[in-house]
């Protein structure tokens, strides 16, 4: 079959957006990005070297973090000049408390062994 393309269907943890589900919950389960998401949720726009005076972290390990974020889209950012401001995505914000599961409600799911219950 040359020139015969197989078309496939996505990985199942795709299909229903796990996959994108566990890369937002991975970019904010490091304690330094949360806290800069939390920065940046509440205090609106910060430059860079606010942030880093704020979490008296170097620099170079604050782009790291910030990039992670960035690539998650939950932080964006604003040029000023020479400058950089970073602030929370909305959309990025919204889209990680989809990602976390709800509290689960007496009676959800199948019960054990067929459905019977013991008594």
Known sequence: MVGT???TAPAPSDVDGVATRV???KAVADPTRLQVLELLSNGGERCHCELEATLEIPANRLSFHLKV???AGLV???RRGRWVDYHA???GLDALRAALPGPAQPGDGPR???GSERS
């Open 5 to 7: 393309t197989l078309e």
């Open 23 to 25: 890369e937002l919950l």
């Open 69 to 71: 974020l960035r690539d």
């Open 76 to 78: 964006g950012t604003r």
């Open 89 to 91: 995505h909305a959309a």
């Open 112 to 114: 054990c062994c067929g």
